[in-house]
């Protein structure tokens, strides 16, 4: 994909509101071992607020960059430390992109490190259990090396959401009992946080 309008970024929030809705039951589950439970139910609300937003408009009415702040927008009004940290990365990737109708691959590059940097340097990982911050540092290495092996955007985000899947993955042992401990499955927030680079390839994908 050399060129990428809103058309293309405003379909790739409208693919992951539709991932994170059909997976927000499991999601919540998922939250339910070491969260409050609503994990699934708040990001899920909030990617849906924004693709109503969104339908509203005429894409060609808007930049990239200015997609990217109403998704920033729309999720600080969530009162939930993951939507919090999701409206820092949009805020910080549309402050990347330049402010014109049409982007390159080149600038959602920048975008993208500047989304997991968003995320990364305002989360802890490991703090106490995995969170979404071991999914989206090994994304981003994983996705910048792609990029530099002069690979295209669709497998790079392929590289990213691959890694943020092993970055997430709980460790394993003979434990017979492994959801009893919740560092032994998988967080609410790295689940979700894959379901959102998958859903970028596919969208984004050539």
């Known amino acids: 994909m050399d060129d990428i309008t809103s ?32 994990h699934g139910e708040v990001i899920s609300s909030a990617f849906i607020a924004m693709e109503h937003q969104l339908a509203a408009l005429d894409p060609s009415s808007v930049t990239p960059a200015r997609v990217f702040d109403m998704a920033a927008e729309t999720f600080l009004k969530i009162d939930s430390a993951s939507a919090r940290l999701y409206a820092s990365a949009f805020r910080r990737a549309g402050s990347r992109l330049p402010g014109s109708h049409v982007i390159s691959e080149d600038d959602f590059d920048r975008a993208f490190a500047a989304m997991a940097s968003g995320i990364i340097d305002h989360g802890q990982a490991n ?3 995995k969170n979404m911050v071991d999914a989206w540092k090994p994304a981003l290495k994983a996705y910048e090396a792609a990029r530099d092996n ?6 790079c985000l392929t590289a990213a959401a ?12 003979n ?32």
């Not at 002069?150 to 497998?155: N, S, V």
């Open 7 to 38: 058309f293309e970024i405003i379909g790739m929030f409208s693919e992951i509101a539709a991932a994170v809705s059909r997976n927000s039951l499991w999601l919540s589950r998922l939250d339910t071992i070491s969260g409050d439970g609503d």
């Open 150 to 155: 002069g690979r295209h955007m669709a497998d």
């Open 127 to 129: 703090a106490p259990h």
């Open 175 to 206: 434990d017979p009992l492994p959801f009893a401990h919740p560092d032994k499955v998988m967080d609410a927030g790295c689940a979700s946080a894959v379901l959102i680079m998958r859903s970028m390839r596919y969208a984004l994908q050539d």
């Open 162 to 173: 691959d890694a943020a899947l092993a970055g997430s993955e709980p460790a394993t042992d």
